[in-house]
């Protein structure tokens, strides 16, 4: 079974950015969406962004024009480059493989903060 690694959360002022990293242990080409999602504690899990096999791609209102999701299905690699961060975008962010079952990474923390 795939397994799914997130990287790349950290501490980070307001108006910052922050690049995560999904690594697949191995191919996401079977994956028809590779997304995004993350939870606030209290809270229930949210979309961020989605791509599709053919890379087009979906992403929540409160995100649109400030994150971008790409993959690499060579590489089986997504990503989720955030700019403009906002103390709202702290959360444990997780990567998901979509397909006849959902997989998911173990999460990692953005904290947005001055």
């Known amino acids: 079974q795939v397994q799914l690694v997130e990287s790349g959360g950290g501490l980070v002022q307001p108006g910052g950015s922050l690049r995560l990293s999904c690594a697949a242990s191995?191919?996401?080409?079977?994956?028809?969406?590779m997304a995004w999602y993350r939870q606030v504690p209290g809270k229930e899990r949210e979309v961020v962004a989605g791509?599709?096999?053919?890379?087009?791609?979906n992403y929540a209102d409160s995100v649109k024009g400030r994150f971008t999701i790409s993959r690499d299905n060579a590489k089986s690699m997504v990503w989720l480059q955030m700019n403009s961060l906002k103390p709202v975008d702290t959360a444990v962010y997780y990567c998901?493989?979509?397909?006849?079952?959902?997989?998911w990474g173990q999460g990692t923390q953005v904290t947005v903060s001055s």
């Open positions: 191995g191919s996401i080409s079977g994956f028809n969406v």
């Open positions: 791509i599709t096999r053919y890379g087009s791609t």
């Open positions: 998901v493989a979509r397909g006849l079952i959902d997989l």
